[in-house]
């Protein structure tokens, strides 16, 4: 079987903040990682090769750095690793990505169809989840979003059985193959590289392709094929907030002169001492 | 104005202001810019100085100062354009489940009205599901002028295809200009196919929505880099402009059964493929009680600074005391002090209670854009400059242990009062 997992390099987003003074981004310190999700995705279709048999490759787009997220993945066991750069690329949004990363992965089928496609939910820095169903809806796969378990797959009738996130709860269901899962991040635990694959990977060859090698339509990539655009970038609202009563002397003082400070809104006062009318 | 070895005034990037969107890249004619350390850069001595970078970056990181003509103005008849194509409407996907309408629906109709109301225009409804025509009427009275309703035993549960397919036919011959769906797991595992389909834009989870008035286009507020920034978003060439909101955002509008409205029913057209099937569902198991934090008009909530056994007893009172229950922060949950359903915050639940109480919350982003919305916010730290302090009405800085069962007195003799 043949499997594809789709990996973004992130910067670590738990470290990026606007500076409040200047209003820019403060860069210091951020280190591009591998986004956690997708590293799980990896971790699934590892453990799919590992069943089934058959063959991973890595897939991901973005600037030349990006390729250290793919020999992460050799490492842990991927078997071949495509990295899309090209500067008609850049500025892609989710329809743009979906549409690059697609053809990307219709080149491959052409050589060995595909049949599982594994991406993570979501990626923590733009937090969108709109890749894997762009790419599934462009490849006509079957969809699976939010998965949590692979229950089964049944390689007879070209067929898994996943469980997955809903509202309330979690489903069971079963469909044709080929598909595109996007995993939460409790569906497994990232493997460790071991020693000879570290090395294997260092050794290993990238392929790059670029907006020629996919035979994408220009109109359709990168900003071009971006409907969406940036206006501005600030930061969250920042609020002064309300008065503070130093309670390490004397707390009891201060917690009177809260209350008095919250109960002032007499409506507000109402409500809270008569239980909300309940 | 620097000047390479052409003598060409050349357009330079303030490093510490960009923020690597890579639009630039993209747009410079001559590839004269690109990407290191995450910010971008432009070799002087292949810039041409066209000032096109300059145009594009969202955040004024371009140095450059433009000789020539001031920027073009649009045609009318370009911003026409897409009027021209007969988009009109500003519609809401009505997410319904055994026949019951989804809360965030009702909120994203009522601020349709306000944005159908700056456009002049009217608000559509369309509904997708198996029986569903109370939710159609109910539609109307939440603010619905017209709802379109597929009704379809196939659609008795959600499957992506067949959804997807459906929604995106309803896009087509209704033509909405404004397109919101609720992003619960269902709406944003839907709207991504809608979108792929229409080949449009979509913007995910916002907590904004304007309309920009020279234009008219739809301005779309979202958290991004993990909500430690906000970005605003259009979409001007494509149509329907599509966004997904959060739940409890935007306030539900009043019911009114007296509305009219007019309901057209549509007729599914099934994908070919072959599709999934249900085998299971399987309620959530929920941890205790199964409680709901976010359907609660108070909430204590533990954070990091209270994360003990002892403690909870006494939150456990204040929270009875203010009609309310007791929630927390993620390193509570993490310390397996409380049930994850209990968590406040971006990976837990949104919430937007009457009263939000923080004990010991220091108010990393992550958790503000949880809570934000609260009504009145207090906040109870050790630590004079724990975050929270900033978003709360009010706050008593000092240690949690003396305040809390102070408060709890100091409380129980107003109620006795009263």
């Known amino acids: ?278 | 104005m620097p000047k390479n070895s052409k003598g060409i005034e050349v357009a330079k990037i303030l490093p510490e202001k960009c923020i690597g969107c890579q639009i630039c890249v993209a747009e410079c004619p001559v590839g004269a810019i690109e990407m290191s350390n995450g910010a971008a850069v432009i070799d002087p001595e292949v810039c041409i100085g066209c000032g096109k970078c300059f145009e594009v970056c969202p955040v004024e990181a371009v140095k450059f100062e433009k000789k020539r003509s001031p920027k073009k103005i649009r045609k009318p008849e370009e911003v026409a354009q897409y009027a021209r194509d007969n988009y009109r409407g500003v519609a809401v996907f009505i997410e319904s489940f055994n026949g019951q309408g989804a809360t965030v629906s009702w909120e994203l109709i009522g601020k349709a009205r306000q944005l159908a109301e700056k456009l002049n225009t009217r608000v559509i409804g369309f509904l997708l599901g198996y029986e569903v025509n109370d939710s159609a009427r109910e539609a109307i009275a939440y603010g619905c002028d017209e709802v379109h309703v597929i009704d379809d035993p196939l659609l008795r549960t959600y499957i992506s295809k067949p959804y997807g397919k459906a929604l995106t036919d309803l896009c087509k011959k209704v033509k909405p200009e404004i397109f919101l769906i609720g992003a619960t797991p269902l709406g944003r595992d839907l709207a991504g196919i809608v979108a792929t389909n229409l080949e449009t834009g979509l913007t995910a989870d916002c907590t904004g929505l304007d309309i920009e008035e020279e234009k008219n286009l739809l301005l779309m507020t979202r958290p991004t880099f993990g909500g430690n920034i906000m970005a605003t978003i259009f979409c001007e060439h494509h149509r329907p402009q599509m966004s997904t909101v959060r739940p409890r955002v935007f306030k539900t509008p009043e019911k009114n059964p007296a509305r009219n409205g007019n309901i057209y029913c549509h007729v599914l057209e099934p994908p070919h493929d072959k599709l999934p099937e249900l085998i299971d569902f399987i309620k959530d198991v929920v941890s205790g009680d199964g409680v709901d934090i976010s359907r609660f008009p108070a909430l204590v909530v533990a954070g990091k600074g209270a994360c003990d056994l002892e403690t909870m007893p006494l939150l456990e009172e204040l929270a009875n005391l203010v009609g309310g229950i007791v929630a927390c922060s993620r390193p509570v949950v993490e310390a397996g002090l409380m049930p994850y359903d209990r968590q406040v915050g971006q990976t837990g639940k949104t919430v937007a209670p009457k009263l939000y109480l923080g004990i010991g919350v220091s108010g990393a982003v992550q958790h503000l854009v949880g809570m934000q919305g609260s009504e009145k916010i207090i906040a109870v730290n050790a630590d004079p400059k724990a975050p929270i302090f900033n978003v709360a009405d009010v706050g008593i800085i000092g240690d949690y242990k003396k305040v809390v069962p102070v408060l709890i007195e100091e409380l129980k003799k107003r109620k006795l009062r009263n």
């Open chain 1, 1 to 278: 079987m043949h499997f594809i997992c789709c990996i973004k390099q992130v910067p670590d987003t738990s470290k990026v903040k606007i500076d409040p003074e200047t209003n820019t981004l403060i860069r210091s310190g951020v280190e591009s990682i591998a986004n956690p999700y997708d590293m799980v995705a990896l971790e699934a279709a590892l453990t799919l090769k590992d069943t089934c048999g058959g063959k991973l490759t890595v897939l991901s787009m973005g600037p030349p750095q990006a390729e250290q997220v793919l020999r992460e993945a050799i490492s842990c066991g991927a078997d071949e690793a495509i990295l899309l750069s090209d500067r008609a690329f850049a500025g892609a949004d989710t329809l743009a990505t979906s549409y690059a990363l697609t053809r990307a992965i219709e080149k491959l089928a052409q050589k060995t169809p595909v049949d599982i496609v594994c991406c993570g939910k979501q990626a923590i820095d733009g937090d969108t989840a709109q890749v894997g169903p762009g790419i599934a809806t462009r490849l006509g796969y079957t969809q699976f979003t939010y998965v949590t378990e692979i229950k089964e797959i049944d390689t007879v009738n070209a067929r898994i059985t996943v469980k997955r996130k809903v509202e309330g709860g979690s489903e069971i269901i079963r469909g044709p193959l080929p598909c595109v899962l996007t995993v939460e991040l409790e569906l497994a635990k990232p493997r460790r590289a071991s020693l000879p694959r570290l090395i294997h990977s260092l050794k290993s060859e990238i392929g790059v392709w670029n907006a020629e090698a996919i035979h994408g339509d220009n109109q359709k990539l990168g900003l071009k094929g971006s409907p969406t655009w940036v206006k501005k970038i600030f930061s969250p609202p920042f609020k002064e907030g309300g008065p503070r009563f130093d309670a390490r002397e004397n707390p009891r003082q201060a917690v009177e002169d809260c209350l008095k400070t919250l109960l002032a809104d007499e409506t507000f006062a109402f409500h809270l001492l008569k239980q909300w009318g309940q």
